[in-house]
């Protein structure tokens, strides 16, 4: 069984995101999967980055999805003590993950604004990591990560589930199929 743990932060200091009806779909969708009995969804909510650690720790997750705020060249976007919006570092998120890609990580999506940079850092150590070229919009971020899960749930591996997460956004006419990038390590 593949552990999918669910990282959300949504700052108060920032845009509001809908990540509850992300959550929701993914959950529903692997629900109603073919292989659910594949997969266990674990979900943490208002992340801040001692929750980002712990998170891993307990659950020891294969596939890890953050849904957030992405700050490009400044980080994802946790929170802090108060709520608001505390930027995490490219390398350190590229050090944490390297450490759990020798504990089983596969896979890392974050499903984030210009979250590229993270992406290519993290895939240095993990074999499969979905980062966004450019600012998403909640309706894309929300049909590229139901098409991504319901491809596994359909037993499918992780490139078919990053095309069709791609494929999700595309048949639904909006123009940001081509945000979400996948990026595979190269050693």
């Known amino acids: 069984m ?32 073919h292989k659910r009995d594949q997969f266990k969804l674990e979900q943490k909510w208002a992340v801040r980055p001692d929750d980002l650690r712990r ?28 709520g608001q919006a505390q930027p995490v570092p490219t390398e350190a998120l590229a050090n944490l993950f390297k450490r759990f890609a020798k504990r089983g990580l596969e896979c890392v999506v974050l499903n984030a604004c210009y979250s590229e940079i993270q992406a290519d850092a993290i895939a240095e150590h ?6 966004m070229n450019d600012e998403i919009g909640d309706d894309a971020a929300i049909k ?35 945000t979400p990038v996948l990026k595979k390590k190269t050693n």
């Open 55 to 82: 998170a891993l720790l307990d659950f020891n997750p294969q596939i890890v999805h953050f849904c957030g705020h992405g700050s490009g060249k400044n980080g994802l976007i946790l929170e802090d003590e108060t």
């Open 144 to 178: 590229f990560a139901v098409g991504f899960y319901d491809e596994l749930g359909a037993g499918w591996q992780y490139e078919d589930a990053y095309n069709g997460g791609c494929d999700a956004i595309a048949l639904q006419g909006i123009p940001e199929e081509s």
């Open 2 to 33: 593949k552990t999918i743990l669910i990282l959300s932060s949504s700052p108060i200091d920032g845009a509001r995101l809908r990540l509850e009806k992300e959550v929701r779909e993914i959950d529903e969708g692997l629900r109603r999967s």
């Open 126 to 131: 993990i074999n499969y990591v979905v980062g």
